[in-house]
């Protein structure tokens, strides 16, 4: 049983009585005169100072937690009646709190066996109504339906409660079986691999950093599939080339954008560079840097591996002139390619855009 | 040799540093947690500490948060794989004087914390991009101008930075000397820590409610 920090108190080893309101005083940090004061000016009001002081022993002393309560009913009931409140009405409110009690704890289910006190439950309550209401009700008139419609407000509050936490146990687990998916589809998929290629070591690390970033990408970014902005496409494509050609690609961006026509095209030509680094540059390690500005986006591919001379390469290599140069031209914006031999080369994209309002 | 601690929340990660750094540096100490690492930190007094961003029960900068006070000589030095800008920011701003990804090499992580020790920030390409990104976007909250913009120059830097260029190849290209760089970067630290523009003091915010 849960206790109220107040409640939680130890009885005084320097008994006076039985240790209660040293023990009270000691948990509240106040003098324990103070604590007696207060109990003996409440034995005054109908004997309620002497009924709490009998509840909170048998609750201290742990094993009597109903009859602290029952006890507890009773001091209430003392104590109301001190200052005035009506007997009747004081004994029916006690009903009607120790029939909604007993529901709470032993009867609020509809399940079959679910509740062994559901009827005297239910019988103590409505009693308490018709006493209470009896003594209040002007009018005979007001019982009848105050009762049945007490008696229908307990019946369904606790089955909305327990649908509600049914539904909400169904979700959990759909939400469960949609992360177990998802585990599976990446994470196990990629230690199997591991394993299968344990013995290619930059095969193993392309994966897992492959993975990583799906993961990471699905804990906190946008989400598995296809990228609908700019920072996330070019995201998705240095990952892609990652894996394909076993290359570590240091990316970094600022700023970003919705993906539209031009920018896919920037992503393509940008893509098209970090293959090139991969497979030609020799490189350990590729720099990506893209910059989305109001009116520009810029994206550079910086290697540190062979470097080449223009002059040299096959007029039969397409790549650089067409995935690259052309596509950028076609969108209308421009590449700078900056290379010499065992000085690595940098590619920069760059592309106007219009503010977005 | 540089005296380091490690704080790191898996062990296997730990074992794998420890390997990579031996000879290079000295580990001293290590820590899994924000708890374990205060008391760590505090008796050993190292040059420097190897902060993971994410722990369980506060984060790097929790770390900082305990002990930055006592052991002011400390410098500390965010390893991470995390990609949310929010979180590495929010180290920085804690007072970590650099950022490195965990795939860093042996090599450059061993020159990162040199650098650290010897007061020096150290920006990897990533750091600087979320840098640039952070002070681009969202509006200062105070006119302090002088803190709430980059330079024209240290934005260069910056963006040099996350192209991939070293300092000493930044120095080459900008025709300054890498003391000059580095008190570039330093500066851009400084101003991190002191901003309050709206979108890093949001950060920061998002962070300690976490």
Redesign the interface.
Known sequence: MTQIPVLAFERSDDPVVAGVCGGIAQSLRVDATLVRLVFALLALAGGAGILLYLALWAWSSGRRPVLAIVILVVATMALLGALGVPGTTVLGAGLVVGGVFLLARRGASLRPGGGSFFIPGIALTMAGAVVMLDHIGKSRAVVAPGALAGALLLLMVPWVWQLARERGERIRLAERAAIAARIHDSVLQTLALVQRDADDPPRVRALA?RQ??EL??WL??SGFGTATTFADALAEAVAEVEEAHLA?V??????DAELDEPLTQLVLAAREAIVNAAKHARSD???V?A?VEPRRVDV?V?D?GAGFDRSTVGSDRRGLADSIERRMRDAGGSATITSAPGAGT?VELSLPREEEP | MIRVVLVDDHELFRAGVRNELAGLVEIVGEAGSVAEAAPVVRELDPDVVLLDVHLPDGGGEGVIAAVAQERPGVKFLALSVSDAAEDVIGVIRAGARGYVTKTISRDELADAIRRVADGDAVFSPRLAGFVLDAFRTGEPLAADAELETLTPREREVLQLIARGYLYKEIAARLHLSVKTIEAHVSSVLRKLQLSTRHELTRWAQERRLV
Do not use: M, P
């Open positions: 950093r990583e970033r990471r990408r906190y970014g570590r240091e990316l970094a961006t600022s700023g390690e590729i720099s840097y910059e550079f910086r540190r940098e």
